[in-house]
């Protein structure tokens, strides 16, 4: 079985469960106030945005969800430009693998999970 994912915004309009997961994450960044509408300053360049869609899958093949997220291009950062304003939530990927070194050393048990939309300066209600 062949998961086709849209490779252009475009190729996702025509497809219902793209079109419903894009509307499910401009509805969460409106809701947590992720941006505000500005004025272009004349002497700067805008950082773009991308539709990345990727298709979740169960254990045996079938399809879990359909995600869609709306990420910035800051490989279009310049630096000195509001260069160390940004940032992304990732961890290294040395990070991870000496986390899941100490768990297996140490016996604990390890778990998952999937954050539908997190921010690192949220306004939090429980």
């Not at 298709?55 to 399809?63: A, I, S």
Request: hydrophobic content about 40%; overall charge neutral; glycine content about 4%.
């Amino acid at each position: 079985m062949a998961i086709l994912e849209p490779e252009t915004f475009e190729e996702a309009t025509k497809q219902e469960e793209w079109v419903k997961e894009r509307k499910e994450e401009i509805k969460i960044i409106e809701k947590n106030n992720t941006w505000e509408l500005a004025d272009c300053p004349k002497d700067r360049d805008i950082i773009g945005v991308k539709w990345v869609f990727k298709t979740k899958l169960n254990p045996d093949g079938t399809v879990h969800k359909h995600k869609a997220r709306l990420v910035a291009k800051g490989y279009s950062q310049q630096p000195g430009v509001y260069y160390n304003e940004t940032f992304a939530l990732v961890a290294r990927l040395d990070t991870i693998k000496t986390l899941i070194a100490l768990v297996a050393q140490k016996g604990w048990s390890i778990y998952q999970l999937d954050v539908k939309s997190a921010f690192l300066n949220g306004v939090l209600e429980e």
